[in-house]
Each structure stands twice: as structure tokens, then as C-alpha cells.
């Protein structure tokens, strides 16, 4: 078909992906690197904005230098330690979901491994998002705290007290994939093992999933050969032959 557009074609498991028509394998290898670089590419937008945004909503507590040199904090100060993580979390759900989306839509012929590489251009993004973080930050606490007088306040530094939460960036990218190729329609009908012809009373798969046959309705006559059902008549009315 000259001139129409034909949609992405997932491949199957241990396959290469499928070739659309017309395209050669040079061609398709080209595709597949310049998909790659639009992903990779994203994933580094998308950590970078992650980070700046990190470096703007994080509430970083101080901590309050006296007389004799000593630093004290409240415990609310305390407490506010782990909002840098919380913001990370937060940000690295709506990042993930973004890359999973991305890569359902541009990578989806690689076949299974799309989600290997969701899950590594998540990981990059991650990784940016917290460099980016904390670089944009105040800088090194210890630093700033030998530097500060009698009196100043000196912030935390902006970093991940807990790293395991870099690991929300590739858990949440993997989301998007699985739903679709869990709930996507499949055009692929699995063979039977043994080849026997359906019957006038074997329920198909899609009328087994309504719950309701037309022969389970109240009324209904037989069923012959190729699924046609006799509709009832109604008193005084002739039936048909």
C-alpha cells in the first residue's frame, strides 16, 4: 500500500524486530539508532529539568552557629532533612512515567527489551536529576560550616540521604510498558493444540468474556451450525421456517 503510514509492529520474544514493507536492514538500523538517540536524548531533558526543579522545591533547614561555635538545629529542622527526598521521589515518579511512555512509542519494535531500556534511560535520567541537584545547591556542608561566623545559618547540603530513591526513576518507567502489554488488544491468536472445529455449542473466547450468550437468553431457540440463533415469536405471529 503505496503512501500509507503502517504503525509499529512490536516484535515477537527472541526475534529481531519486524522489518515494515519496503524497509531494508541497513535501513531499519538506522532507525533504530536514531530512535535511540531521540530517547537517550529526552531522558537527558528530562533529568536535567528534574534536577532544577529539585534545586527550587526541596526545603532545606539550616543549621544556627552560636558564640562558642557550636551548630544546633530544632527538630523540625530535624524532620525537613528528608523533604530533598521526598521532592525527589515525587519528581522521579513523573519523570518515569514520561520515559515509559517514551519508550513504549518510539521503541516498541526492539520487542521485549524495550523495558531494559526504559529502565536504563531512567536510571540516566535519575543520575542527571541528582547531579543536577546538587549542583544547583547550596555545595558542601562541611565547607560552608567551617566558613560561617557566630550567628549565620547555615543550610544542609542538597543530596539524597536515602539513594535507594533514585531506584523510583526505572520502577516507575516500567509501569507504563507492562499495563499496555498486559491490556493491549492482542492481534496474535494462540494455536490450539489440537485442531478440532469448533461445535454449534462452543463458546468463542470474545462471547465467553461478555458472560452472555444469545442462546443463554431467556427464549431463545436452538442454535444450528455457525453460530445463528432462532429468535423466539410471540403469540399470534407467524414463525419463521
Known amino acids: 500500500m503505496n503512501g500509507e503510514a503502517v504503525p509499529d509492529v512490536p516484535a515477537p520474544e527472541g526475534e529481531e524486530p519486524v522489518l515494515l514493507p519496503g524497509e531494508s536492514r541497513t535501513s531499519r538500523r538506522h532507525r533504530l539508532v536514531s530512535e535511540l538517540g531521540v530517547f537517550l536524548g529526552t531522558c ?6 528534574a ?3 529539585w534545586s527550587q522545591l526541596a526545603v532545606l533547614p539550616g543549621y544556627l552557629v552560636d558564640d562558642q561555635g557550636r551548630a544546633t538545629t530544632s527538630e523540625r529542622g530535624l524532620a525537613e532533612q528528608f523533604s530533598g527526598d521526598a521532592w525527589f521521589c515525587l519528581l522521579a515518579a513523573v519523570g518515569g512515567l514520561l520515559i515509559g511512555v517514551l519508550a513504549w512509542w518510539r521503541l516498541v519494535r526492539v520487542g521485549w527489551t524495550v523495558i531494559l531500556l526504559a529502565a536504563a534511560g531512567a536510571l540516566v535520567a535519575g543520575g542527571l536529576a541528582w547531579l543536577v541537584g546538587w549542583t544547583m545547591g547550596p555545595g558542601d556542608f562541611e565547607t560552608r560550616l567551617a566558613q560561617a561566623r557566630p550567628g549565620d545559618l547555615v543550610p544542609i547540603q542538597l543530596t539524597l540521604r536515602a539513594p535507594v530513591s533514585l531506584l523510583v526513576w526505572p520502577f516507575m518507567a516500567s509501569i507504563p510498558i507492562l499495563l499496555w502489554s498486559s491490556l493491549a488488544p492482542d492481534n496474535e491468536e494462540p494455536t490450539p493444540l489440537f485442531g478440532r ?5 462452543r463458546r468463542r473466547r470474545h462471547e465467553a ?3 452472555v450468550l444469545p442462546e443463554d437468553l431467556p427464549g431463545a431457540g436452538p442454535v444450528h451450525p455457525g453460530g445463528a440463533v432462532d429468535q423466539p415469536t410471540s403469540a399470534g405471529s407467524p414463525g419463521r421456517p
Open 44 to 49: 537527558l531533558v528530562v533529568g536535567a529539568l
Open 51 to 53: 534536577g532544577l526543579l
Open 197 to 201: 472445529r469448533r461445535g454449534p455449542g
Open 209 to 211: 468474556v461478555a458472560g
